[in-house]
């Protein structure tokens, strides 16, 4: 069974970092492009990062870049999403996901306040 | 970065069918087509379709999902309750190297 485990949520003040951490197992990790998809209280879904299998390439919704950094473990079956430079807006559940989004974990809440 | 368009919301009868649309160009859904989710209130998206009609294994086929030119649909045949829910298309831009996704369209079955 596909199982996505994210953690590292929780509440930031503006302008601090956190780091997100998502555990895979039930599948092929090593072979599987990965995403942080994002979901603001009330809001739709915003994609903000994926990563192909060997991490060689990365990419990003303009309104992260430069302040996130997606990365991953294939050894550890984790990936990762580090978070620097907070924002309010940027206050969301995080999921992660598999692939062209066929299995996605629970979420956790990131909340950006003051 | 620009989005896909979806309505906000469509209303149809219990057993009625239902199609929504997702209105992309052609660095997008033209290009490779759109997935498809769904997502019931405090639960995680799931996938129903991707690459415009391929159906993840356990997916009902009273999801169908095409395309034609830069929009992409979902038809729901025979609703039910349990399909009231979110609904969101998605598609790789391939000019921005980024997934899109459309606003989402709530489905009420009355």
């Known amino acids: 069974e596909v199982q996505l485990v994210e953690s590292g949520g929780g509440l930031v003040q503006p302008g601090g970092s956190l780091r997100l951490s998502c555990a895979a197992s039930g599948f092929t990790f090593s072979s599987s492009w990965m995403s942080w998809v994002r979901q603001a209280p009330g809001k739709g879904l915003e994609w903000v990062a994926n990563i192909k299998p060997d991490g060689s390439g990365k990419y990003y919704v303009d309104s992260v870049k430069g302040r996130f950094t997606i990365s991953r473990d294939n050894a550890k079956n984790s990936l990762y999403l580090q978070m620097n430079s907070l924002r309010a807006e940027d206050t969301a559940v995080y999921y992660c996901?598999?692939?062209?989004?066929?299995?996605w974990g629970q979420g956790t809440l990131v909340t950006v306040s003051s | 970065q620009a989005g896909l368009t979806q309505p906000p919301s469509v209303s149809k009868d219990l057993r009625q069918t239902a199609t929504l649309t997702c209105t992309g160009n052609s660095n997008n859904v033209g290009n490779q087509g759109a997935a498809w989710l769904q997502q019931h209130q405090g639960h995680p998206p799931k996938l129903l379709s991707y690459?415009?009609?391929n159906r993840p294994s356990g997916i009902s086929e009273r999801f169908s999902a095409s395309r034609s030119g830069n929009t992409a649909s979902l038809t729901i045949t025979g609703l039910q309750p349990e399909d009231e829910a979110d609904y969101y298309c998605?598609?790789?831009?391939?000019?921005?190297?980024?997934?899109?996704f459309g606003g989402g369209t709530k489905l009420t079955v009355l």
């Open positions: 690459r415009n009609n």
């Open positions: 996901a598999r692939d062209l989004f066929e299995s």
């Open positions: 998605s598609a790789w831009d391939s000019s921005l190297s980024a997934w899109v």
